[in-house]
Every structure is written in C-alpha cells, then in structure tokens.
T-cell receptor
C-alpha cells in the first residue's frame, strides 16, 4: 500500500514552454501533498505544500506564478512549470501524506520527475 | 529554527566494513519525527526508518541500526557489513509539529556512500 506515482518520469522541453507534472496517490487519499525540488548532488528543498481544495502554500523564494500547483482531488496534485527556462531543470519529487497529526505524519514519496529544459 | 546537519558529504568504504552516517538536528519543538531515506542512482527515495521524539530506543533491522540520542540531538545510522548495493545517497530528515506546521520534511544535505567490492 501507500504508493505514489508521478507522471512523466522524465521530460525534455524547450525554453519558454510549460510542463505539467502529475502526482497521484494510488491507494490512499492524501489530505496534503508536498512538492520538492532537487538539483544535482544537492538535497531536497520543499517548494510548496498543497491541501485538497485550497491554495498551495509556497516556500520563501519560490515563485507561485511560475510554479502552479493544483490539488484538485484527494488523489491528484499537479505542478505546472510555466515558461520554463534552463535553470528550472531539476528533479521534482512529490510526496503525499494522509492524516493531519500524530502518527499520521507519514509521507510517501513519488519516484520523481526529471525535467530538462533546453 | 529547525535544521538537519549531515557533516559527512561522502564516505567510501570497502565491502564488509561497518559504516556510520551521522545526523545532528535542531528543533524548538518537543514533538518531532526523524527519518532516514536512501536515494539510489535511480533517484527514488526509499524510506528506511521513522522515529518519534519520545522513543529513544535504538533500533536494529537486519544490517541497519539507528542510534537516537536526544541529549546530543543526534540520530546516527550504522550499516553493518556493508555491501555494494548499499551505495547511495542517504538523507536524514526532520518533521516537526509547531504552530500549525503541516509536518513537511526538512532534509539534511545527504551523505553519499560508496561501497567498493
């Protein structure tokens, strides 16, 4: 159980285009989903937190107009990188969490999406 | 402020050696969770362990063991008799519940472990 999928697993796009990445919880309902970004040989940095049906909360320094997050249902969150540039090339990882407190702070990670902007 | 420090950037060992990966954390909360994840070259994060702040018992799972010491704010990870398949980047992470935090994970910078045959 507790499987999170991401689609696509990798994508190459041209500078200036937009890319949508999907994150799905396959066998559970996720009240909260997180989006992380990982540059090569670096750690994971939280970009934003999204709750189903409400606006995402972005971390300081993350442009909300560039990284659009939609958490339309309890099993799907999407991250759209708008007008992508080469510096947006990175590994994007989502995680999904069920529950809101105590022992339910378990996060399940997706396999990641490698974005390359040429 | 919450912070996770993994001072070892890279470690290289020979197969069958024991290796300990260090993790030191900072948090202002009394209730928090500590994690270790493994990230092989494929990139997918593999969950290894989760420990809450009230449980200081050390844990052993096969060749893996964890030493949690609140007095030194450390949560170290030891691999006994390392194998080539253990080669990966290992991340220590902290999740706290403070002032409405939704429990997002704060990751250390990771330790790259290379196990040579």
């Amino acid at each position: 159980g507790a499987v999170v999928s991401q689609h696509p697993s990798w994508v190459i796009c041209k500078s200036g285009t937009s890319v949508k990445i999907e994150c799905r919880s396959l066998d559970f309902q996720a009240t909260t989903m997180f989006w992380y970004r990982q540059f090569p040989k670096q750690s994971l940095m939280l970009m934003a937190t999204s709750n189903e049906g409400s606006k995402a909360t972005y971390e300081q320094g993350v442009e909300k107009d560039k990284f659009l997050i939609n958490h339309a249902s309890l099993t799907l969150s999407t991250l759209t990188v708008t007008s992508a540039h080469p510096e947006d090339s990175s590994f994007y990882i989502c995680s999904a969490r069920v529950g809101t407190s105590g022992s339910s702070y378990e996060q399940y990670f997706g396999p990641g999406t490698r974005l390359t902007v040429t | 402020a919450q912070k996770v420090t993994q001072a070892q950037t890279e470690i290289s060992v020979v197969e069958k050696e024991d290796v300990t990966l260090d993790c030191v954390y900072e948090t202002r909360d009394t209730t928090y969770y500590l994690f270790w994840y493994k990230q092989p070259p494929s990139g997918e994060l593999v969950f290894l362990i989760r420990r809450n702040s009230f449980d200081e018992q050390n844990e052993i799972s096969g060749r893996y063991s964890w030493n949690f010491q609140k007095s030194t704010s450390s949560f170290n990870f030891t691999i006994t008799a390392s194998q080539v398949v253990d080669s990966a980047v290992y991340f220590c992470a902290l999740s706290e519940h403070y002032g409405g935090s939704q429990g997002n994970l704060i990751f250390g910078k990771g330790t790259k472990l290379s196990v040579k045959p």
